[in-house]
C-alpha cells in the first residue's frame, strides 16, 4: 500500500502541474497568459483574455484534477490522511507546476475540487461562500473567507455534515488554507507596483488577490517584468 500512496502522490502532483489555462491561451489565442491582464496562470484571467466557451473547460479540469486524484485514493483503500496527502499533492502541483518552472496558479478550483470529494456538503458550502461575492467583483474576498472557513467548518460542524475523521480533515483544509496565503503573498513584485508598501501590499494580495486596491488597473498593466531582488 505503501507504493500505492507513493505513486499516487506522486501522479497527483504531476496531474495538478497540468497548466490548462496556460495551454488553453496559447492554442486558442496564441499568448502566454503569463505575460497578460493580471498574469495569474488561471481560470479567471483566461477567461478575461479569451471567453467563457474556452475557459469553462479549463475550470472542469483544475476540479476535476483535484476531486479525481483523492476518489482513486479512496477506490484504493487509502486512509483520511493518505486521501489528504494525494489531495494535497494536486494542489501544490497546480500552483507551483513542474512544466512551467514552479510558477502556476492558485490552485482554488482545484482546492474546491479536494475538498469536495473529503466532505461533499462542506463543499457545497464553501462553494457558495466562495462565489457568493462573485457578482459583486469581489471574488477573491469570497475565496479568501472560503478558505477560513474550510477548517473551521470541518472541525465545528463535521457530525452535522458527515464529515468523517475531522483531525485529518481539518489539518488538511487548514494546509489548503496556508498554501493559499503563501502563493498570494510571495508572488514578486512588478514595476508597477514596486512603490507600494509592504503591509498595504500583504492586505492586498490576502484579501483581493492583487497588489493594488484599484482592479481595473491591475487587470490591464502588464506583470511580466517583475521587479529585480538578484535573481541570476
Not at 59 to 81: E, N, R, S
Not at 167 to 184: D, E, H, S
Request: aromatic share 10%.
Amino acid at each position: 500500500m505503501a507504493i500505492e500512496f507513493g505513486l499516487l502522490t506522486l501522479g497527483a502532483y504531476l496531474l495538478g502541474s497540468v497548466p490548462a489555462a496556460y495551454l488553453a491561451a496559447r492554442w486558442s489565442r496564441g499568448i502566454d497568459i503569463r505575460q497578460c491582464g493580471d498574469g495569474n496562470v488561471g481560470s479567471t484571467n483566461l477567461m478575461r483574455l479569451t471567453s467563457k466557451r474556452i475557459a469553462i473547460p479549463v475550470v472542469i479540469f483544475d476540479l476535476g484534477k483535484g476531486a479525481l486524484m483523492v476518489w482513486v485514493a479512496q477506490l484504493l483503500g487509502l486512509d483520511i490522511p493518505q486521501q489528504v496527502t494525494v489531495g494535497l499533492a494536486a494542489i501544490i502541483g497546480h500552483n507551483w507546476p513542474v512544466f512551467l518552472h514552479f510558477n502556476g496558479g492558485r490552485g482554488i478550483f482545484t482546492s474546491l475540487g479536494v475538498i469536495s470529494i473529503l466532505a461533499p456538503w462542506l463543499g457545497l458550502i464553501v462553494l457558495v461562500i466562495a462565489y457568493g461575492l462573485a457578482p459583486f467583483h469581489q471574488l477573491a474576498v469570497g475565496v479568501f473567507l472560503a478558505v477560513i472557513f474550510a477548517p473551521t467548518g470541518a472541525w465545528v460542524l463535521s457530525q452535522p455534515l458527515g464529515v468523517t475523521d475531522k483531525l485529518p480533515i481539518t489539518l488538511g483544509f487548514l494546509a489548503i488554507f496556508l498554501i493559499v496565503l503563501i502563493r498570494r503573498s510571495t508572488a514578486p513584485r512588478t514595476i508597477f507596483t514596486s512603490s507600494v508598501p509592504l503591509g498595504q501590499l500583504l492586505v492586498n494580495r490576502l484579501l483581493f488577490d492583487r497588489d493594488i486596491r484599484d482592479r481595473e488597473a491591475w487587470i490591464k498593466q502588464r506583470p511580466s517584468q517583475p521587479e529585480k531582488q538578484g535573481k541570476g
